[in-house]
């Protein structure tokens, strides 16, 4: 393996999980605290009622907590990786990594959290939107993977062109 293959391994490997603790936490913040539609486990614990609502907003604190330590984890080794590589960080493989990690977390949500656990929809009290979750998480992981080609196909802009031979 290269040291390029490494440095672009690294780039995907990290921006991914940053991407996957940033989606979990844009969630928590949108759906769970601004709009309300749904906590960790309205599936279980009623959020309509006073301590159903508490154990719920408990236990949004505590994933957003876990989630925040395993953002922090991949920026923390982005950042090492760009500062011990021999060439500099590609902005569009971080963006497409980050992208893709985000999705595989609304995708995992979706899936697991809304069909096989039954933890929660993404309205409370109905099913009716957890189709949508789904289909968009999809959308966003296939936005960052459409990113990773361009990055692909575009090349490191600040690596210096080689000139044809005579």
């Keep these: 393996m290269s040291d390029t293959d ?17 989606g979990a936490l844009i969630d928590v913040m949108i759906f769970h605290q601004i709009f309300q539609t749904h906590h960790l486990l309205s599936g279980y614990y009623d959020p309509l009622t006073y301590d159903g609502l508490r154990t719920n907003v408990m236990f949004d604190g505590l994933f957003s907590m876990g989630m925040l330590l395993v953002a922090t984890v991949g920026a923390a080794m982005l950042w090492r990786t760009a500062n011990r590589a ?14 893709v990690g985000a999705g595989v ?20 009290g109905t099913e ?24 692909d196909r575009r090349g490191d802009p600040r690596e210096p062109a080689t000139e044809p031979a005579d």
Excluded: I
């Design 86 to 99: 021999t060439r500099p960080l590609s902005s569009l493989v971080v963006v497409g990594a980050s992208l």
């Design 128 to 151: 009716a939107w957890n189709p949508h979750w789904v289909a968009v998480s999809l959308l966003m992981l296939g936005a960052g993977l459409l990113v990773l080609r361009l990055a």
């Design 105 to 124: 977390f609304n995708v995992f949500d979706g899936v697991v959290n809304h069909y096989l656990l039954d933890l929660h929809n993404v309205v409370h």
């Design 6 to 22: 490494g440095h672009r391994r690294s780039l995907l490997l990290w921006g991914g999980v940053f991407g996957f603790g940033f």
